[in-house]
């Protein structure tokens, strides 16, 4: 990407999607001692830990092409609150599947808004 972004003199952009979940990952932040311990898993935490690592893999990889002279930035994304199928397995939403989705409908973004929103940002 290096090359082509210097060869055709345009600039090249790269984007991450993460979330804003990101900042309710565990408390010490990824836990690379305890990534497969089951014990204690917490789903919201685990993906607050994946989007953390989205996040900060981001940024690393922006510090690293302004260090080069890259013309080339890299940025992360939250797409907003969207209705997907996240939290099909958690107990909690099951329960308040019916009232919850039905609400949902009203202020949170379906896949295809979200797509747009993306689009814009490319």
């Not at 345009?10 to 999607?17: C, F, L, S, W």
């Not at 804003?20 to 001692?33: E, K, N, P, T, V």
């Not at 994946?50 to 890299?74: C, F, M, P, Q, Y």
């Amino acid at each position: 990407m290096k090359k082509t972004t210097h060869e055709s003199k345009t600039e090249g952009r790269i984007v991450n999607v993460s979330s804003y979940a990101h900042q309710f990952s565990y408390r010490g932040g990824i836990l690379f001692d305890k990534i497969n311990d089951e014990s204690s898993y917490q789903t919201f935490r685990a993906y607050g830990q994946s989007k953390l690592a989205n996040v900060l893999h981001t940024n690393e990889l922006a510090r690293r092409l302004k260090e080069d002279g890259a013309d080339i930035t890299a940025n992360s994304l939250h797409p907003g609150v969207i209705v997907t199928n996240i939290f099909r397995y958690s107990s909690v939403f099951i329960v308040l599947s019916g009232v919850v989705s039905t609400l949902v409908r009203f202020a949170f973004k379906n896949i295809q808004q979200c797509r747009e929103q993306q689009q814009h940002v490319i």
